[in-house]
């Protein structure tokens, strides 16, 4: 006969609670869900959006620099072009 903290309930290796399913609320899941955004998709989608931006400051100085005062009116141009092509086409 086994001995030992379960010997009670058969075997000593095993616990009743053992053969139940385990159905414990306060164990937190690991992992993403299914459909979630991952690390890479996260860093590619932050670099995407940060491309533009960053090409536009870089510019400036240099915009500035060739058209003087009317440089703020070639980035209102292309704001203004960004936004009807954003939209798409009517219907």
């Known amino acids: 006969m086994p001995t030992g903290p379960f010997r009670a309930y058969g075997r000593a290796h095993e616990h009743p609670a053992a ?8 164990v937190p899941r690991s992992g ?13 989608f932050v670099v ?3 491309a533009p931006l960053t090409v536009t400051a870089g510019a400036a100085p240099v915009a500035i620099g060739m ?6 009116l070639g980035y209102l141009l292309s704001g203004v072009l960004l936004i009807v ?4 086409s009517p219907r």
């Open 19 to 26: 053969r139940a399913p385990h159905r414990c609320p306060a």
């Open 32 to 44: 993403l869900a299914h459909h979630a955004i991952g690390t890479g998709e996260l860093v590619f």
């Open 48 to 50: 995407a959006a940060a």
């Open 67 to 72: 058209a003087g005062p009317a440089a703020p």
């Open 85 to 88: 092509f954003a939209r798409g």
